[in-house]
């Protein structure tokens, strides 16, 4: 499947180590969104991530695993995600987690079915944050330069300014986004429903919903046309 990046504005992100029936599966993927990205920051394995995918794989939505862990890299997915967390504190998030696995899976990736993200985790409170030890406590000036050694200087497809768990500072968003010309601005964070949905794609490219679908399926499935309006 042609994957175009680009051209996505809303993304179901889903976690292999949680729970979902199958009726609200396949009311995720047939929902409209532009596509389910997998993908988590614990308890994340090589076994619960076929089965996720397995199950999606009925659907025609496109699919793509976002890489947490190097022991659950899955073939058979639309596309490869790999984040690189600009303000990790522990250096294995920026590239040493990256070193290992293409040290091992090197010869036998497909490098044009991987891209990085350019990772900014603003929210202290979050998994991401504590597993990464991110330095979060970051002004909109901070971020913006972030922004531009994303696309400037590493020329990532993808900047994602992640609050994961909390709807984040849009005018913040927005700043970084505007600096961008090529990078696509993935925001997660918090989107519990069309309203936040709309600000959020006010200030973002593209709009991640992970935590809403487990929470509120119904309104989760809202922030979809909130996106197309
Ligand atoms: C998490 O950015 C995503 O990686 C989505 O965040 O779970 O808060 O929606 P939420």
Known sequence: MNIDIGR???VFKLDPDRDISDSALER???SGTDAVMVGGTTGVTFDNTVDLLSRIRRFEVPCVLEI???DAIVPGF?????PVVLNAGNPDFVVGQHH?????YGPMMQWDQIAAEGYVILNSGSSAARVTEARTELQADDVVAYARIAEKLFRFPVFYVEYSGM???MDLVK???AQLERTRLFYGGGIDGPDKARLASEAAHTIIVG???YENLDRALETVRATQE
């Open 100 to 104: 290992r696995a293409v040290k091992e």
């Open 175 to 177: 700043r970084a986004a």
């Open 211 to 213: 935590n809403a679908v």
């Open 78 to 82: 639309d596309m490869y995600l790999i």
């Open 68 to 70: 947490s862990d190097h």
């Open 28 to 30: 995720v993927c047939m």
């Open 8 to 10: 996505w504005k809303h």
């Open 167 to 169: 709807f984040g500072d």
